[in-house]
């Protein structure tokens, strides 16, 4: 596992594969265009012009999900710019039966966390300059092989916010450069985000939730968006941590 797939080749190979990344790749498909209702018409615009490309990593829980993950994002960042302006790495993880029945939001939480952090172990290249290393820091953003990205969680356990339940746990990650057109800065950028807060409420059924803010304002905390509770509550201190200097460290 670990290798990328574009929406072409996985309607065309999605019967080969095993069941639960059918099951992953199918809901996803549906939840985008079935209805026209998912909130981030972005990313439905990327899914019908074949700019999203897909992964499926294995059990979270398992050591060798970080190295696949790794090998997906590098492979990914390597060749992103390609794929279009609206394009973004969506990964399935595969979710046993006990994950979907015991685990909590809360746990998933810690599962997301544990994902990002674990995955810096495998990257070979300096955090980009022009982005802040201090999650607190409100042009912070998660960085991997040298490209900014935007990470957004779904899992098994929301109820509340339906735009953040998928039946798998899912990471999807959106490059930093996919936004530039998309801020309070332009137009259209502003318009956008109009039309995906009305339409998230109208998906969720409950209003939006107070940390969703634009990149780069003062009181916008990035890391605080990726995974969102299903009520109005946030974390107060960020939990990534890079790995990489304890890896080194424990391979010497």
Known sequence: MGALYEKHSLDEEITNLPLWKQQAYQTFTSMLIDTNTYPCVPARQGFLDNQLRFCFVSDPRETSASEELATALKTYGNHARSFGNYTSLAVFFETPEDMIR??????????????????????????????????????????????????????????????????????????????????????????????????????????????????????????????LSDHDESPSKCPFMRMKEKMSSFLQ
């Open 102 to 227: 015991n685990y909590s939001v809360e746990d998933y939480r810690n599962l997301f966390w544990n994902a990002l952090n674990q995955v810096t172990a495998y990257d070979e290249q300096p955090w980009p300059e022009a982005i802040p290393q201090e999650p607190e820091h409100h042009e912070w953003e998660f960085c991997f092989a040298g490209e900014p990205y935007f990470a957004f969680c779904a899992t098994p356990a929301h109820r509340k916010r339906k735009s953040r339940y998928f039946p798998y746990f899912m990471i999807a990650f959106q490059p930093r450069w996919v936004f530039e057109n998309l801020n309070g800065n332009t137009t259209f950028g502003r318009k956008m985000k109009n039309i995906i807060r009305k339409r998230l409420f109208q998906y969720d059924g409950i209003p939006g939730h107070p940390d969703l803010k634009w990149y780069g304002e003062e009181d916008n905390h990035e890391w605080k968006q990726y995974f």
